[in-house]
């Protein structure tokens, strides 16, 4: 499997946006996730590129999170409590995603929006293809189960 | 997952837009090629060894495991692994094995009649311990059947006093597998190496010989006795230093001095000789950097012995001289760029003026506005106003046409620089056009440079352009007028491109298949035609004599002249290849497709090429409605094929 980067530059941006809620920095952590891709020619004939690219954007995020919270508050920064008030739009759905743990609404946006193969998620989350598989399905149904409740 | 749910949760998400991906992606595109010319790096040779090593090794594993019919007193295969020998009285003594370290495992009741005897590495081992039991059998199974541990060793309570240990190595029983797996691996790396070693291509993308050079060099292999001077057995670079060391007085052996006094090689004093012109060292030298490109050896004093003049005058080492004439005939054949290239890749010279840790074209750009602003400064420029690039670019540019000057001898940077940019990144054919380097240069100075026209000379001279830009009818009409003459008078051979010796539709079909390849960018190994056709298109089928062979000219030139060919029977014309007296008939139709598809106002050959270059890569050659509606001439409105194409060729003759 070789990745089209550029299918996957909305995908990755997608990712990091959702993960540290600031626009410009999320486009530097994707160019950045890009970069060292193509950097590591040596990971391109293992056929796990999408795996790789997501697991570098991941960590680029993570180390980003942390300086994050070592800097010091600029007055226009926003507190980031309502990212998700931006990011969903659907009030109904917003709110049974909004239930959701932070993994579950990240694999729901990993495998929905990003349409991210339950094989890569299983590499990305440490588990086996059919508990992948059995998480996504619990966590659809919870989330029907509260959209429809919020609904009626 | 029902779909409404799907695209509601999808819906339920939005981001913002990025504010930097085409520039992002334009710079990725670079990097990429980058990395895979960086890929093609490893030596053919090196390549193809590493393959036929590899595969050697296989087939010897392969050949070794099929003749070997046992190996040592170890080898079992022909035997059981255990072998069971009666011991004590012969009376079968049930046991039931016992549970180690308070670990369950299924109780087993086995029959210890015998004791087990197993052959090791060393000598056949036979073991009855007494003693209390250690292990259970069951509760390590593995550890009998697919331990990787060299021996297995399993101890058994007997019930009674005596424990049974069993020993069993694991070394003769891995035999298929061990050879198997070393065959596999072997046979692995040979596949991989041998599609690297196919990537690794390299061609020099510009010559400039003379008229007639061709000639002088087919003498040059005609009569390889001849110009094998030092009566090596080898035509090598060699020759050509013992040719110029005999034509400039300098020492040479007896052989290399018999040899030319024989055929006449003249001096460079002799005012008359009948040398022939292809036994001269230049012919040699140029011969040599155009078969086989410009090699650091050819180009090292060190490479040359040290000859001194036979006259005793004063002269410099011949060495020297003749590195000079090889580096004077580099300039001239503009042979120096894969000197430049190899010293771009080891990383002694630096492309990346601009220092953004990137060599793409604004490296060029940057390098050309430098080199222009040096030679304005230089003369009288009238109203030029330069565009200045920060100080630390011009220093860097300075720095490099030195360096590269050094290493070449000549002024051809900015070509090299070009055809450098053209291998190690994407070739994009806006880079050959005025107005994208307007967007980039800013528009007080955007009309002093013109960086393209490097671009448009490398275009025009390696043939691509004809593939990419334009094709032109007049001079199509020029050369296939040219073309049908001299295939009449017996002076060319007729396209038969795909070697069957005939002239038929199959040599139209596979011209069709190479249009379609080139456009798309397909190679001779990704190609449907066979590799001998396709080689044959690239290196036999200049039929418009531009140096080029199977371009855009050298394909219409084929698919007209076979339709001639196959067409001859339904027209009355008497073989008339000069459609343009025929035009008329296309006007009398009464159809209102009028083949037009690109909206000259005439219908002609560019009309066929377009359609042609549509079916090949639609994204790429775009059509409007109306020159879809007026290139579907043949049928019923059955949408754009190939006979439309063909449709039109044969108006044009007349068939």
């Not at chain 2, 013992?242 to 034509?247: A, E, I, N, P, V």
């Not at chain 2, 056009?433 to 955007?446: D, K």
């Not at chain 2, 990419?468 to 009818?473: A, D, E, G, I």
Request: overall charge negative; hydrophobic content about 35%; charged content about 25%.
């Amino acid at each position: 499997m070789s990745v089209d980067i550029k299918d996957q530059y909305d995908k990755i941006f997608r990712y990091c946006y959702y993960k540290i809620h600031d626009r410009d920095k999320a486009e530097d952590l994707t160019q950045e996730t890009f970069l060292r891709f193509l950097e590591s020619s040596h990971y391109h004939d293992m056929g796990k590129e999408l795996h790789y690219l997501y697991t570098i954007a991941g960590n680029l995020c993570a180390d980003a999170y942390h300086r994050k919270k070592t800097e010091e508050l600029s007055e226009d920064m926003s507190d980031g409590k309502d990212y998700e008030d931006f990011i969903l739009t659907n009030v109904a759905l917003g709110n049974a995603i909004k239930k959701l743990t932070a993994e579950e609404q990240e694999i729901i946006l990993l495998r929905y929006v990003n349409e991210v193969p339950i094989g890569v998620l299983s590499e990305l989350y440490g588990v086996s293809r059919f508990k992948m598989s059995r998480m996504i399905k619990q966590i659809l149904t919870r989330l029907k189960k509260d959209f429809k409740g919020s609904e009626g | 997952m029902n779909k409404r749910m799907k695209k509601a949760v999808q819906e339920s998400f939005r981001f913002p837009e990025t504010k930097h991906k085409n520039e992002f992606l334009m710079q990725a595109e670079v990097i990429s090629a980058q990395e895979m010319q960086r890929k093609k790096r490893y030596p053919v040779v090196f390549r193809l060894s590493a393959a036929a090593a590899a595969c050697g090794m296989a087939v010897g594993l392969w050949a070794h495991l099929d003749n070997r019919s046992k190996l040592s007193e170890n080898d079992f295969r022909d035997e059981p692994a255990i072998v069971t020998t009666t011991v004590g009285n012969g009376e079968n003594q049930p046991v039931t094995t016992a549970i180690g370290n308070g670990e369950t495992a299924s109780a087993t009741t086995v029959n210890v009649s015998a004791v087990t005897t197993v052959r090791t590495a060393a000598a056949k081992t036979t073991t009855v311990t007494s003693g209390q039991a250690l292990t259970a059998l069951g509760a390590r199974s593995r550890s009998t059947t697919a331990s990787r541990s060299d021996h297995s060793s399993v101890t058994t309570n007997t019930g009674s006093n005596s424990a049974a240990e069993y020993t069993i190595t694991n070394e003769e029983k891995t035999y298929y597998m061990k050879h198997l797996g070393a065959f596999t691996s072997a046979f692995v790396m040979g596949g991989n190496a041998i599609p690297m070693a196919s990537a690794a291509e390299y061609k020099l993308p510009y010559t400039r010989m003379y008229s007639g050079e061709s000639d002088v060099f087919a003498d040059i292999e005609a009569n390889f006795e001849i110009v094998d001077i030092n009566d090596d057995g080898f035509f090598n670079m060699r020759d050509c230093y013992d040719l110029f060391c005999y034509s400039n007085y300098y020492e040479v052996s007896d052989t290399v001095a018999k040899k030319c006094r024989k055929y006449g090689v003249s001096k460079i004093d002799d005012e008359e000789n009948d040398t022939p012109s292809w036994l001269s060292y230049t012919e040699f030298i140029r011969y040599f950097l155009i078969k086989e490109g410009a090699k650091p050896e050819f180009f090292s004093n060190e490479s040359q012995p040290y000859r001194e003049t036979v006259n005793g005058t004063y002269a410099p080492f011949a060495s020297d001289m003749f590195v000079s004439a090889v580096f004077s005939e580099s300039d001239h054949l503009m042979a120096g760029y894969p000197l430049i290239s190899a010293a771009y890749r080891n990383n002694r010279i630096d492309l990346d003026v601009n220092a953004d840790g990137l060599f793409d074209i604004n490296d060029y750009i940057d390098y050309f506005v430098c080199t222009t602003n040096l030679s304005k400064s230089k003369q009288d420029s009238g109203e030029f106003i330069p565009w200045e690039r920060p100080e630390t670019t011009v220093q860097r540019c300075n720095e490099l046409r030195s360096e590269a000057e050094a290493i070449t001898h000549d002024n051809w940077l900015e070509n090299y620089f070009v055809w450098c940019l053209l291998e190690y990144t994407p070739f994009r054919t806006e880079y050959a056009e005025a107005s994208y380097y307007n967007s980039i240069i800013p528009e007080p100075y955007s009309k002093y440079y013109s960086p393209e026209r490097y671009f448009e000379e490398y275009c025009e001279t390696t043939g691509i352009e004809e593939y990419l830009f334009t094709f032109n009818t007049q001079k199509f009409n020029s050369c296939f007028d040219e073309y049908c003459k001299d295939v009449a008078a017996g002076r060319r051979s007729a396209p038969d491109i795909n070697l069957d010796g005939v002239i038929d539709r199959k040599d139209y079909e596979a011209s069709d298949i190479y249009f379609g390849d080139i456009l798309n960018g397909r190679n001779a190994s990704q190609s449907d035609l066979p590799s001998r056709v396709w080689n044959n298109i690239t290196s036999n089928c200049d039929f418009n004599n531009n140096g080029t062979s199977g371009d855009v000219y050298d394909i219409m030139i084929t698919q007209m002249y076979v339709l001639i060919k196959t067409g001859e029977s339904n027209s009355n014309s008497g073989g008339s290849y000069n459609y343009d007296s025929n035009m008329g008939a296309l006007w009398d139709m009464n159809t209102s497709r009028s083949g037009d598809v690109n909206g000259d106002g005439e219908v002609d050959m560019a009309d066929a090429v377009l359609i042609m270059q549509y079916l090949a890569n639609p994204d790429k050659y775009q059509l409007t409605d109306s020159a879809m509606y007026n290139a579907d001439v043949e049928g019923d409105c059955d949408g754009l094929n190939l006979n439309d194409a063909s449709t039109i060729q044969r108006r044009l003759l007349d068939l």
